[in-house]
């Protein structure tokens, strides 16, 4: 075995990788099998523990000769990054990059903007708002106030980006901004239509900022705990709660801004959705729009949109016929909704994850790309976030019920995931 202090190219290469691979989304136990056979393939014995907020390498096995800290800040999600990074460690695997070559292109990687920023990011904003305000069963006015609002979460965003000392107060501030504005709307807008309101409020208020809510970030949390990884996944869980705390805070105190200003006007219940809304163009019009979304927020490249459009339309359909499904056998028993919010969730997750295995089979590209995005149709944030919203409005019983549901979702998330991993798996350590 080759001494780390031997190869300094060889370590700062392991030290990059480590980095970029947790900067661009890739969870724990992704990341540490992917450093340990890349150390592999340098004749390297290194051991990995990887954390949201921190990356300890030990080189040399259990004497550990040498052992590096790199101090990094829970990240987002690069798609297209993640790939190019993928594709760099291939060639470097095979030969057919020298490592200070990689160390180079690693640097020019990182240094790189995002694919899809300014008008671009935006425009994702508002795609991912207005199409789940559809999916959460709200009006054709509700789908375009939720777009609307989803521009300004933009644009804050962009901002909140070019500025320091602004990190946990994005969250919360488009939280406020979203509430305050779908309440004001629903108070003000208040004509009836079919019996109801115009606007759902609470409806514009979630999907505006369901990007936001951290559904994602607790289905990778239980996914790491499911797979050992206890301190990456207890860290990453808190953090999620940390997020639904600010979220919920931020759209507690937009509603009682928004009430103050409005007056005695008050939001008039919505009536039910359009006809056309809910029929099976519209619907596949939505996937197809909130697949687009998620790409630009996610930076994926143009060619990976067709699988990101797959991915996320099998898990909007199987989550739905077998919600519909379970259904239909139990429409007496109470428990019934709660069951098949759970099998839906099981299902459409196993349906994402088989072809977010078949795709990195066939691409030889990891699985993380068509999965997060099919994942984000499927995730318990609006659960979560209307748990918390109700224990606001001293509803304690909705609340818990609420809360165990979302969990009851989540755990089945990953029982999907894991399902499809034994059933298919990808072949690719990333």
């Known amino acids: 075995m080759r001494a780390p202090n031997d190869d300094p190219g060889t370590t700062r290469l392991l030290l990059r990788s480590a980095e970029l691979l947790h900067a661009y ?6 990341l540490e099998r992917v450093l340990v056979a890349l150390a592999d393939r340098f004749g390297l014995e290194i051991q990995v523990f990887s954390s949201p907020t921190s990356i300890f390498i030990a080189f040399g096995g259990a004497s550990r000769d ?20 993928d594709e760099l460690l291939e060639d470097v695997e095979a030969g057919r990059v020298s490592v200070d070559d990689a160390c180079r292109r690693m640097d020019d990687l990182e240094a790189r903007p995002p694919r899809w920023s300014g008008l671009a990011s935006i425009v994702g904003h508002a795609l991912a708002a207005g199409t789940a305000a559809i999916f959460f069963g709200g009006r054709a006015a509700d789908a375009l106030l939720s777009a609307a609002i989803g521009v300004l979460i933009g644009a ?8 320091e000392g602004v990190a946990g107060v994005f969250e919360p501030a488009a939280a406020f901004l979203a509430a305050a504005a779908g309440f004001a709307a629903a108070s003000l807008w208040s004509s009836s239509v079919d019996g109801g309101g115009v606007v759902d409020d609470r409806v514009v208020a979630l999907a505006s900022i369901i990007v936001l809510v951290p559904g994602l970030s607790l289905t990778v949390a239980l996914v790491e705990l499911a797979t050992r990884h206890l301190a990456s996944g207890t860290a990453r869980l808190a953090g999620a709660a940390s997020v639904f705390l600010t979220i919920t805070f931020g759209a507690y105190l937009g509603r009682v801004v928004a009430a103050v200003a409005v007056g ?3 939001p008039v219940p919505a009536g039910p959705p359009e006809a056309w809304l809910t029929s099976p163009p519209a619907l596949a019009a939505a996937i197809a729009l909130a697949a687009l979304g998620f790409g630009l927020l996610f930076g994926a490249r143009v060619r990976e949109l067709p699988w990101i459009l797959a991915s996320s339309a099998v898990g909007f359909v199987t989550a739905r016929l077998t919600a519909e499904a379970a259904e239909a056998l139990g429409p007496d028993r109470p428990e019934a909704a709660v069951q098949g919010a759970a099998l839906a969730a099981f299902a459409g997750a196993l349906a994402v994850a088989l072809l977010s295995n078949a795709y990195a089979r066939l691409r030889d590209r990891p699985a993380t790309v068509p999965l997060l995005p099919g994942l984000l149709v499927l995730v318990p944030g609006s659960l979560g976030y209307r748990a918390l919203s109700s224990f606001t409005e001293k509803n304690a019983v909705i609340g818990l019920e609420a809360a165990f549901q979302m969990l009851l979702v989540a755990a089945a998330l990953v029982g999907g995931m894991l399902t499809a991993n034994a059933l298919l798996p990808p072949r690719r350590v990333l």
Do not use: M
């Not at 297209?80 to 990074?85: D, N």
């Open 264 to 266: 005695e006007r008050r």
């Open 66 to 85: 040498e052992v590096r800290l790199l101090r990094v800040e829970p990240g987002g999600v690069d798609l297209g990054k993640l790939v190019e990074i």
């Open 156 to 163: 804050l965003e962009l901002v909140s980006r070019r500025r």
């Open 25 to 30: 989304g890739t969870p724990a136990h992704r």
